[in-house]
């Protein structure tokens, strides 16, 4: 899946402001959650986060499914570099499993898809 904050905003310009956000909160972890094209998913009000590393995905899972006032019967899956994550994983572990390449910073992209 492509990622539109990738399109919107250059390399330099993420990787500048990845470093900043670090240095400033080193327990914090930058999120950037978009939905998938084709997905059933209500629009969310903001699509950067900035969550505890300690935070599991499941706790983030119901963060989300909060934001968009979800149903529980409704099934929402994350996608982070194309698979899904296990809802036992921290963020923290997520974002150093992140791999940087010279045109992405190191940072987490969910995009979220609603079956």
């Keep these: 899946m492509k990622f539109q904050y990738k399109e919107d905003h250059p390399f330099e310009y993420r990787k500048k402001e990845g470093e900043k956000i670090r240095k400033k909160y080193p327990d914090r972890?930058?999120?950037i959650v978009e939905k998938a094209?084709?997905?059933r998913v209500p629009d969310l009000d903001k699509r950067k986060y900035l969550v505890p590393s300690d935070?599991?995905?499941?706790q983030f899972y119901f963060l989300i499914r909060?934001?968009?006032h979800l149903r529980p019967e409704d099934a929402l899956f994350f996608f982070v570099n194309n698979?899904?994550?296990p809802t036992s994983?921290?963020?923290g572990?997520?974002?150093e499993?992140?791999?940087?390449t010279q045109y992405s910073q190191k940072l987490i992209c969910c995009s979220l898809h609603l079956i």
Aim: proline share 15%; net charge positive; hydrophobic share 40%.
């Design 93 to 95: 572990q997520l974002y």
């Design 55 to 58: 935070l599991t995905v499941g």
């Design 89 to 91: 994983a921290t963020m």
């Design 97 to 100: 499993m992140c791999q940087p």
């Design 66 to 68: 909060k934001r968009i």
């Design 29 to 31: 972890v930058p999120v």
């Design 37 to 39: 094209p084709k997905a």
């Design 83 to 85: 698979t899904i994550p």
